[in-house]
């Protein structure tokens, strides 16, 4: 599915592959509503954060829009204080906090987002700032 998405900002989760098809395919299904960022990546990469209100297409692992996402509400927080209803709206299924954070970690610790930092050692522990997002898929 392509969709026309003139003038509106790329949403990325994750990177290009099957973390990314997973996460897409859940928000293109409705189970996932919420997201989490690192406030340092948006600031290494120059970027404001989102606002409520704002738009983005959802981009697939092809680099193609697949659906428009509209936030809905934002919030920065140490990772440590993400609570568990933000976590299962992330629509990975994840059943606790604790596992929320594992997959999280090992993402963040993993050699794509390590390789992107150019910080092969980069950690996160429960003060790192993180973005939390909620938002809704706008109907096509």
């Known amino acids: 599915m392509r969709l026309a998405v003139p003038d509106l900002p790329s949403f ?19 189970t996932k509503t919420t997201t989490t960022g690192l406030l340092q990546d948006y600031e290494i990469d120059g970027e404001p954060l989102p606002v409520a209100g704002a738009r983005a297409a959802v981009i697939d692992s092809a680099g193609r829009p697949v659906a428009v996402i509209e936030i809905t509400e934002v919030r920065v927080c140490r990772l440590a204080d993400v609570d568990l209803g933000h976590a299962r709206a992330e629509g990975e299924g994840h059943d606790s906090l604790a596992a929320w954070r594992a997959a999280h970690e090992e993402f963040w610790h993993g050699p794509d987002h390590r390789g992107w930092l150019g910080d092969p050692g980069f950690t996160v522990d429960d003060d790192t700032q993180v973005v939390l997002q909620r938002f809704r898929r706008v109907p096509a």
């Open 12 to 30: 990325e989760f994750a990177f290009p592959g099957a973390l990314r098809d997973k996460l897409v395919a859940a928000v293109l299904d409705g």
